[in-house]
Structure formats: C-alpha cells, structure tokens
C-alpha cells in the first residue's frame, strides 16, 4: 500500500489543521493506521492509532483530547483532526499502515512522506 499524506501548514497557537492520509491499493481496511510525528533534533514521537473498523482509537497524553483520528474506509482515508494546537505540536507528521493496532513505529510496515505542520507561538 502506498501512503499519502496532506494537510499540513501554518498555524498560530490555538487553531486547527485536518491532516488526511490516503491510500492507494487494496486492502486498505485491512490495516490498522497510525499518525507519528517527528520534530527537528527529536526522536519520532506516537501520535495516534486506529483499528481496522474505526472503532477504537489511540493516543498519548500529549494530544489527547486536542486530536481525533478517523478513517474512512470507503475512500481508503485517514485522518487526524487537530485542535487548540501548540508551539510543540510543530513537527513532520506521518500517516502509516499495518498490521497491528500499535503505538509502536517499527509495528507499522507502510509510510506516507510526511506533512509539515508548523505552530506558530
């Protein structure tokens, strides 16, 4: 499956950016899907996670309640919707695709080229 990924930006502190991932290929329900994030000088860092169906999310404390992922598995996308977003939310954020309902990286096997998302203070 290949990924990509779009949405990104700039964006003053408190606002909002809808990040969307689509796939090509088939199969696409088939996978669990995850948004990471990599910021300058820093170790790519969890995001968010989504089962197969859509019905259990993810997240880690940094983001939870601020962003909400979903997917549409009728137009083979992803999303992630950010929300009240802060200076450290700047980042390159990555959709990918696997096997596992996983906040770990190396449990993903597919990667989007990633988008730049950029919170101006």
């Known amino acids: 499956v290949q990924l990509q990924a779009s949405g990104g930006g700039l964006v003053q502190a408190g606002g909002s950016l809808r990040l969307s991932c689509t796939a090509s290929g088939r199969l696409f329900s088939s996978y669990s899907m995850g948004w990471f994030r990599q910021a300058p000088g820093k170790e790519r860092e969890f995001v968010a996670a989504i089962r197969r169906s859509g019905g259990t999310a993810l997240y880690p404390d940094s983001v939870k309640g601020r962003f909400t992922i979903s997917r549409d598995n009728a137009k083979n996308g992803v999303h992630l919707q950010m929300n009240s977003l802060k200076p450290e939310d700047t980042a390159v954020y990555y959709c990918?695709?696997?096997?596992?309902?996983?906040?770990?990286?190396?449990?993903?096997?597919?990667w989007g080229q990633g988008t730049l998302v950029t919170v101006s203070s």
């Open positions: 990918a695709a696997g096997q596992y309902y996983s906040l770990l990286d190396h449990q993903y096997a597919y």
